[in-house]
């Protein structure tokens, strides 16, 4: 997943380009500016990926080549739909050496035939070719025989998959604890395929093109289930943590049926929901217009779990609410700024989170020019700055990490001297602007994004990634306990545009150690480094 992302460029978003021809056939360009400067160029295919035939089970791979000043960044489409990147399903890399951009498949399905397209864009162009896929399936052979049998034996057994959930009367489930097999595919159902990769960690699951192909199955079968009783579902929110000591879910659907039951569940069990605002009832309903909102109160341990909205006797939505082992160790405090100052709340945590949510007025706050949020290093102290406040940005504040919360007031106190308040206004925005000095861009190699530490699941793959600037251009090596990985066929490596890269397909014990990053140029030498944990198997079954 690693790969995974969208190239926002002005041709990409639809807007009107120059059109080129190319001197590859089937190739086209699109030229962003009128005139481009001089020796800057579009991009364009030296050579284009071609079509393939191959057979199900095999290694197939499109290959590329392109041109263009500054050097194009290579994005590759599927003509039907979203292309998932996954080292056991599709992935892309790059051959420095030969200069060649690869979309692989290393077993290839009868489901990734389709058309693909190829884009090589930079800021002054776009060059997209096409090249199709055909497969050819096999017969039902002793391998396919073999494969099924594996997945009865584990987890992915058809009749979990096939036979619907024990029913009363009434629609509702029958009451009784929830297996974990049945809880990865109601977290998979509902979840973003961004996901996907991490909850096949968290369970175990190693064959991630078979649990792609059911799962598809299963959203194709979920979705014909769920027409019968909602017209239309539009946001689904999972369980998110308020500054008020509760959580909520939110859904967005319209009822075929005005009288439709609903029920929420945890972990396969019902829980008692009330549609009035009671303080003697843990859970609440209330519904606002098409928008159905669960309340969980007085959060506790006990709540963790996985929370299931049924409508109809149909699951429609699944949420998996964790609570981790955090509290607050130093609250925050109440802040006094005078107007258009700044003001900053603080807590310490007693156990690392890489974020937790601040609230202002009950309001979810995000980094932006007014609001600035930031972690330590250690990630154990939170702050929050208001910029430049103002009376209205007076009132209660609020930190909430797991399910803790604290919360404090800000207290903006008017300023009352108009000149006093004219200057601070001036101030704020003047600018000094530095003597001019001749320009010289040549400076030595310099990691402006250093490398992570990296820990990974045995087999799985391990994507590192650090970004470093020179001129003249650093030459880049790759190290591992001090060997250069540059020609070990083992490691992807990549330098595109400073932002040099290293895969490793599947991480093995002997991948453990120390990685270190090398650049060097004519005017000195950097290097950064950082180690690699690989963790064992997960100890649940080998289907799951």
Same mark, same amino acid.
């Given at each position: 997943?690693?790969?995974?992302?969208?190239?926002?460029?002005?041709?990409?978003?639809?807007?009107?380009?120059?059109?080129?021809?190319?001197?590859?056939?089937?190739?086209?360009?699109?030229?962003?500016?009128?005139?481009?400067?001089?020796?800057?160029?579009?991009?364009?295919?030296t050579?284009?990926?071609?079509?393939l035939?191959?057979?199900?089970?095999?290694?197939?791979?499109?290959?590329?080549?392109?041109?263009?000043d500054?050097q194009?960044?290579?994005?590759?489409?599927?003509?039907?739909?979203e292309?998932?990147?996954?080292?056991?399903?599709?992935?892309?890399?790059?051959?420095?050496?030969?200069?060649?951009?690869?979309?692989?498949?290393?077993k290839?399905a009868?489901?990734d035939?389709?058309?693909y397209?190829?884009?090589?864009?930079?800021?002054?162009?776009?060059?997209?070719?096409?090249?199709v896929?055909?497969?050819?399936?096999?017969?039902?052979?002793?391998t396919?025989?073999l494969?099924?049998?594996?997945?009865?034996?584990?987890?992915?057994?058809?009749?979990?998959?096939?036979?619907p959930?024990?029913?009363k009367?009434d629609?509702?489930?029958?009451?009784?604890?929830?297996?974990?097999?049945?809880?990865?595919?109601?977290?998979?159902?509902?979840?973003?395929?961004?996901?996907?990769?991490?909850?096949?960690?968290?369970?175990?699951?190693?064959?991630f093109?078979?649990?792609?192909?059911?799962?598809?199955?299963?959203?194709k079968?979920?979705?014909?289930?769920i027409?019968?009783?909602?017209?239309?579902?539009?946001?689904?929110?999972?369980?998110?943590?308020?500054?008020?000591?509760?959580?909520?879910?939110?859904?967005?659907?319209?009822?075929?049926?005005?009288?439709?039951k609903?029920?929420?569940?945890?972990d396969?069990?019902m829980?008692p929901?009330?549609?009035?605002?009671?303080?003697?009832?843990?859970?609440? &309903?209330?519904q606002?217009?098409?928008?159905?909102?669960?309340t969980?109160k007085?959060?506790?341990?006990?709540?963790?779990?996985?929370?299931?909205?049924d409508?109809?006797?149909?699951?429609?939505?699944?949420?998996?609410?964790k609570?981790?082992?955090?509290?607050?160790?130093?609250?925050?405090?109440?802040?006094?700024?005078?107007?258009?100052? %700044?003001?900053l709340?603080?807590?310490?945590?007693?156990?690392?989170?890489?974020?937790?949510?601040?609230?202002?007025?009950?309001a979810?706050?995000?980094?932006?020019?007014?609001?600035e949020?930031?972690?330590?290093?250690?990630?154990?102290?939170?702050?929050?700055?208001?910029?430049?406040?103002?009376?209205?940005?007076?009132?209660i504040?609020?930190?909430?990490?797991?399910?803790?919360?604290?919360n404090?007031?800000?207290?903006?106190?008017? %300023? /009352?001297?108009?000149?006093?308040?004219?200057?601070?206004?001036a101030? /704020?925005?003047?600018?000094?602007?530095?003597?001019?000095?001749?320009?010289? &861009?040549?400076?030595?190699?310099?990691?402006i994004?250093?490398?992570?530490?990296?820990?990974?699941?045995?087999?799985?793959?391990c994507?590192?990634?650090?970004?470093?600037?020179?001129?003249?251009?650093?030459?880049?090596?790759?190290?591992r306990?001090s060997?250069?990985?540059?020609?070990?066929?083992?490691?992807?490596?990549?330098?595109?545009?400073?932002?040099?890269?290293?895969?490793? &397909?599947?991480?093995?014990?002997?991948?453990?150690?120390?990685?270190?990053v090398?650049?060097?140029?004519?005017?000195?030498?950097?290097?950064?480094?950082? /180690?690699?944990?690989?963790?064992?198997?997960?100890?649940?079954?080998?289907?799951?």
């Amino acid at each position: 997943f690693q790969f995974m992302h969208t190239l926002c460029l002005p041709c990409a978003q639809g807007e009107g380009g120059i059109k080129k021809k190319s001197k590859v056939p089937g190739v086209m360009i699109t030229q962003f500016l009128e005139e481009l400067p001089e020796g800057k160029t579009t991009p364009d295919f030296t050579r284009k990926p071609i079509a393939l035939t191959i057979q199900e089970g095999k290694h197939a791979f499109f290959k590329a080549i392109v041109v263009g000043d500054p050097q194009p960044i290579v994005t590759w489409e599927r003509a039907s739909g979203e292309l998932l990147f996954h080292p056991n399903v599709c992935f892309q890399r790059y051959d420095e050496a030969a200069q060649e951009h690869y979309l692989e498949f290393p077993k290839v399905a009868p489901e990734d035939a389709d058309t693909y397209k190829c884009y090589a864009t930079n800021e002054y162009g776009r060059a997209v070719c096409t090249a199709v896929l055909n497969v050819i399936e096999v017969g039902f052979s002793m391998t396919k025989q073999l494969q099924k049998a594996k997945m009865e034996g584990g987890c992915l057994t058809e009749e979990m998959h096939n036979s619907p959930l024990s029913r009363k009367t009434d629609g509702s489930r029958e009451d009784k604890p929830m297996e974990a097999e049945e809880k990865v595919w109601e977290i998979l159902l509902s979840a973003d395929k961004k996901d996907y990769e991490r909850i096949c960690c968290d369970f175990g699951i190693t064959d991630f093109r078979g649990m792609l192909k059911k799962l598809t199955e299963m959203k194709k079968e979920r979705e014909e289930e769920i027409a019968q009783f909602i017209s239309h579902i539009g946001t689904l929110k999972p369980v998110e943590v308020k500054d008020d000591d509760c959580a909520t879910i939110e859904l967005d659907m319209d009822l075929v049926d005005s009288g439709s039951k609903i029920y929420l569940y945890k972990d396969g069990v019902m829980v008692p929901v009330t549609r009035e605002e009671s303080d003697g009832m843990k859970h609440n &309903l209330k519904q606002v217009g098409n928008k159905y909102i669960f309340t969980i109160k007085n959060l506790g341990k006990d709540d963790a779990g996985l929370y299931s909205v049924d409508v109809g006797g149909v699951n429609v939505f699944s949420t998996e609410f964790k609570v981790p082992e955090v509290d607050f160790a130093v609250k925050i405090q109440e802040v006094k700024a005078e107007e258009r100052e %700044d003001a900053l709340f603080q807590c310490v945590l007693t156990s690392p989170m890489n974020e937790i949510k601040w609230y202002g007025k009950s309001a979810l706050l995000s980094n932006s020019e007014k609001h600035e949020i930031t972690a330590s290093e250690d990630k154990l102290i939170h702050k929050l700055i208001v910029r430049d406040c103002l009376p209205l940005d007076a009132g209660i504040y609020a930190a909430v990490a797991g399910i803790k919360s604290c919360n404090a007031w800000l207290i903006v106190e008017a %300023d /009352k001297d108009p000149a006093k308040k004219s200057k601070k206004s001036a101030q /704020k925005f003047t600018v000094n602007m530095p003597e001019s000095k001749p320009c010289d &861009l040549q400076c030595a190699p310099k990691f402006i994004v250093p490398l992570k530490q990296h820990t990974a699941p045995q087999g799985y793959e391990c994507y590192m990634s650090c970004a470093v600037k020179g001129d003249p251009t650093p030459h880049v090596t790759w190290l591992r306990n001090s060997i250069s990985l540059n020609t070990d066929t083992n490691y992807f490596v990549s330098n595109t545009c400073g932002v040099c890269s290293l895969l490793i &397909l599947k991480v093995g014990s002997k991948d453990t150690g120390e990685y270190k990053v090398v650049a060097e140029n004519p005017l000195g030498r950097a290097e950064c480094s950082t /180690k690699l944990t690989v963790r064992g198997k997960s100890e649940l079954g080998s289907g799951l």
